[in-house]
């Protein structure tokens, strides 16, 4: 069941953002996620929009949207990825906003073939300047 996330879930949600992100980028140190866990938490959520996939006793993953068009992040919980989770939560969101794009390090392979097989286009390259690994920046629009 896909539905707006509600503030007393926030530790729960911040446990999988780390243990998600930790393991999808191999290639980024721990303690750099560990070290951002307050921002995301004090800064990053209470500024976006953000729906969870949850199930019968925990949540499964969630998704959160930036400025009506920006998706800072998308992750299933290590145990349920493969499930079509990712999906519903990004289609969850692509029938809410006509445009949506996105950033995602170029090394994260996985994530950039799932964000194309969901109509997502490279648009353009950056530089992460705090992990200094470069990234894509990817768009979606809606018929």
Known sequence: MIRRFHPAEMESLLALWLESTTL????????????????????????????????????????????QQFVGALFVAPGQTGKGIGRALMQHVQQRFPLLSLEVYQRNHRAVAFYRARGFHIEDCAWQEETRLPTWIMSWQGA
């Open 24 to 67: 999808a980028h191999p290639f980024i140190a721990p303690s750099y996620w560990q070290e951002s866990l307050d921002m995301v938490r004090n800064i990053y959520l209470p500024h976006a929009r953000t729906w969870v996939s949850a199930g019968p006793s925990a949540l499964e993953g969630f998704i959160s949207v930036l400025d």
